[in-house]
Each structure stands twice: as structure tokens, then as C-alpha cells.
């Protein structure tokens, strides 16, 4: 199954081929999940890609999903994100919600760590927690503020709406360039 996928990077593979090249085993989906999950191959399916069906699958490159880590067992994966509730410690979303600033994609957990490895942090439940695609993504070395960008991101998500625009404002004010370009990205991904 994996080699199928790596000789098809970039085709859109379907269930039934995958069943056929599973030898026909009824639990070949759950072997396409090990992949991503547990060898953090960057499969991608309609929960992904609004342009992929159910049962299509995507094999996006060779690189390894961000922040994937071996050295992570698949106990303490489900241990971080049962503690944190299955939602991004940064930004909120839960697993599976509609991802704004992902084109809408479903948003997708990863295991991060708090203090990043290049600086010393260690793989086990208290240096870790579950971060989506999105942070995941834009964050790799920026650890050392992120516990407060965490508290602040939650009391922002509990205000009021009329508090969370000035905040905007606020913000938007303070980097005005950064902002154009954040809405030009988010524009040209549609
Ligand atoms: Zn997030």
C-alpha cells in the first residue's frame, strides 16, 4: 500500500483500486490511516481537499506531514489530544470544524511541542499539545511566546464580538502590512 501510493504522489487514488492493492482486505482504509497517522504520509482526502470525493484519495508529496514525530507513540497522541479536548491549543478550533483560515478545509490536529526540540523540549505529555494544520504551519520556531499567544488567543475567543473587531482594529493598526498580506493570502487560496 504505501509504495502504490509513493509510485502515484499527486494522482487521486479510489477506494477501489486501494481495495484491489490491499489484496482485497475489507480493513484496507484503516491501513491508509496508519499511513498518515502513524508514518505521517501527507494523504490527503475530501476532509482536506474540497476538490477530492468521498473515497478518493491524495498522496500530496514524499515530505513527511509538519511536526510529525515517530518518537511520539500513538498512547501519548491520543493522550495530549484527549487532554486538550481535541482543539487547537492556539488558535481553538476543534478537530473537524471548519477551518476559516484554511479555506474552510476540516481542521486537522498535530501533537506540537511547547518548548521546540532545537531548544532542548522533550517528547512527553507536558511539553506537548494539539495544534491544527493552520498554527502548525506558521509556527515552527516561534515557541518561546507561545503559552501567552495560547491565554490571550482564549480570552479573544470568549469576548464579546464588538471587543474581538477592536481588537482587530487594534491589531490591524499595529501591522498594517502584515494584515495585506495575511487577507492576499487568504484571497488567493480560494
Ligand atoms: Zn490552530
Known amino acids: 500500500m504505501r509504495e502504490y501510493f509513493l509510485r502515484n504522489v499527486g494522482v487521486i487514488l479510489n477506494s477501489v483500486e486501494l481495495f484491489d492493492v490491499s489484496g482485497g482486505k475489507t480493513e484496507w482504509g484503516r491501513r491508509v490511516r496508519e499511513l498518515r497517522n502513524q508514518e505521517g504520509m501527507n494523504i490527503v482526502t475530501h476532509n482536506d481537499r474540497s476538490e477530492l470525493k468521498p473515497g478518493q484519495y491524495l ?10 514525530d515517530r518518537s511520539i507513540s500513538k498512547e501519548l497522541r491520543s493522550f495530549v489530544l484527549d487532554r486538550n479536548g481535541y482543539t487547537c491549543q492556539m488558535c481553538g478550533i476543534a478537530a473537524g470544524e471548519p477551518h476559516p483560515a484554511d479555506n474552510g478545509r476540516k481542521a486537522r490536529l498535530h501533537i506540537g511541542h511547547i518548548i521546540d526540540k532545537s531548544m532542548g523540549g522533550k517528547d512527553e505529555a507536558n511539553n506537548l499539545k494539539a495544534v491544527c494544520s493552520v498554527c502548525n504551519e506558521g509556527s515552527s520556531n516561534l515557541t518561546l511566546n507561545r503559552p501567552d499567544a495560547i491565554k490571550l488567543l482564549a480570552q479573544i475567543r470568549r469576548a464579546p464580538a ?13 501591522f498594517p502590512k502584515q494584515a495585506r498580506d495575511i487577507l492576499d493570502k487568504l484571497n488567493n487560496s480560494v
Open 59 to 68: 498522496l500530496i508529496s514524499t515530505k513527511p506531514l509538519p511536526f510529525f
Open 162 to 174: 464588538g471587543d474581538q473587531l477592536d481588537v482587530l482594529k487594534w491589531v490591524i493598526t499595529k
